[in-house]
T-cell receptor, first 112, second 114 residues
Framework: DAKTTQPNSMESNEEEPVHLPCNHS???????IHWYRQLPSQGPEYVIH???SNVNNRMASLAIAEDRKSSTLILHRATLRDAAVYYC?????????????FGSGTRLQVQP | SQTIHQWPATLVQPVGSPLSLECTVE??????LYWYRQAAGRGLQLLFY??????ISSEVPQNLSASRPQDRQFILSSKKLLLSDSGFYLC?????????????FGDGTRLSIL
């Protein structure tokens, strides 16, 4: 499976935008980019996913580089509730493989 | 809207005792269902997944079993728990046949074996 690389931690101030980067230089054409986040003592929460085009939903935006070797999760206005570990993973279409494999992710701290 | 319920939230069990964790999904039909374990400080390990009633696939050999007696009910069981079964157990669901579909997780059960 293609791997992703994320910074170990990031800090943000409340009400400010946050850009969480992810590198995936060995991504293949059938790999979708998924983002999940996990708050302490809770299950992971799906955030957003995309293939080639930028995506927006009520939680966040996903900006995908033209060569698809990197992507950025954008939280438009960080809140204290956004403090979590954010995971960027690649999910390959058509393999039937079901398991989500999380790396170490980026721990986002949000300061009031 | 769809919701997923897992219970109990925490459980402390002695070695050798049986286990039954239950997961139910509401607001969707024929979901794909998953059981994961997340050990402390480690990633997710897929234990079982199911694409329909009575259809269970096991990802890793282990001391646990799973059953799906109803469309939106998924049960994780063990006849005799081991110390190594401690961990954070997560149930998840997704829709569609594509492996690309997002998975939606419950709040988990934290299992401690004494």
């Amino acid at each position: 499976d293609a791997k992703t690389t994320q910074p170990n931690s990031m800090e943000s101030n409340e009400e400010e935008p946050v850009h969480l980067p992810c590198n995936h230089s060995t991504i293949s054409g059938t790999d979708y980019i998924h983002w999940y986040r996990q708050l302490p003592s809770q299950g992971p929460e799906y955030v957003i996913h995309g293939l080639t085009s930028n995506v927006n939903n009520r939680m966040a935006s996903l900006a995908i580089a033209e060569d698809r070797k990197s992507s950025t999760l954008i939280l438009h206005r960080a809140t204290l509730r956004d403090a979590a570990v954010y995971y960027c993973i690649l999910v390959r279409e058509g393999t039937g493989r079901r398991a989500l494999t999380f790396g170490s992710g980026t721990r986002l701290q949000v300061q009031p | 809207s769809q919701t997923i319920h897992q219970w109990p939230a925490t459980l402390v069990q002695p070695v050798g005792s049986p286990l039954s964790l239950e997961c139910t999904v509401e607001g969707t039909s024929n979901p794909n269902l998953y059981w994961y374990r997340q050990a402390a400080g480690r990633g997710l390990q897929l234990l079982f997944y199911s694409v329909g009633i009575g259809q269970i696939s096991s990802e890793v050999p282990q001391n646990l079993s799973a059953s799906r007696p109803q469309d939106r009910q998924f049960i994780l069981s063990s006849k005799k728990l081991l110390l190594s079964d401690s961990g954070f157990y997560l149930c998840a669901w997704s829709v569609g046949h594509s492996s690309n579909q997002p998975q939606h997780f419950g709040d988990g059960t934290r299992l401690s074996i004494l």
